[in-house]
């Protein structure tokens, strides 16, 4: 458990330090919630859909927990070229447990810039159903955080190159962000698109969030979580596989 502590708070420490990190992650986020949700708030309450600031900005929070989360398996690369996984791999600890404290420590960063977004979201109007939801909300944003981080070191351990994870993850994470609902609602959709909607994990992340803050549900408080923990546990045991066959 102390090699897990260790690189957890390894993990934190990397992304405190930066914070011209922490100010430039927040660009693309501002960027969403202004630029949809000012510009077609109009169009979506004519829709007779309510508020769309009050329906994004779930959705935007979610896809800053995803994007910080995934990416964070790019620290594996990092270490990989200038050595530190070496020394990582050669300590007396289990992989399992190295794994455990990477993802963990990616979670939790994802969590905190998902808890500046919605900050972010509070001053530009967004307003919870209530306050008593928070802790809700916070656990979803929990579970998608460790999702995708699991995911993202299951890349980083397979991926060599910098380039190739970028090009990878960018791959995966725009369709599984655009595909989630958290910019449009699910129902409705054309039969291939519902489908295609409801494997995507981030769905149920997203519905977690929007549920919890604005009472909105496509599917439900159980099979959020049901889906979402099922997810974390085998990206979970995949990751720990894949950082297990690292070679040296």
Known sequence: MSAIYILWLRELKRYTRSRVQIIASLGQ????????????????????????????????????????????????????????????????????????????????????????VFAVCLIAGFRPQSWAAIPAALGFMAMVAIVFAALGTAFGSIIQDMQGFQIIMNFMVLPIFFLSGALFPLSHLPAALTVITSIDPLSYGVDGLRGALIGAWHFSFALDVAVLGAVAAAFLATGAYLFSKIQL
């Open 29 to 116: 986020p501002i960027l969403y919630l202004v630029a949809l949700g000012f510009g077609l708030g109009p169009v979506f309450q004519k829709a007779g859909a309510g508020s769309y600031l009050q329906f994004i900005s779930p959705g935007i929070v979610g896809m800053s927990v995803l994007f910080t989360s995934v990416f964070s398996g790019i620290a594996i690369l990092w270490d990989r070229q200038f050595g530190f996984l070496k020394e990582t791999l050669v300590a007396p600890v289990s992989r399992m447990q190295i794994m455990l404290g990477r993802a963990l420590g990616g979670a939790t960063v994802a969590m905190i810039q998902g808890v500046i």
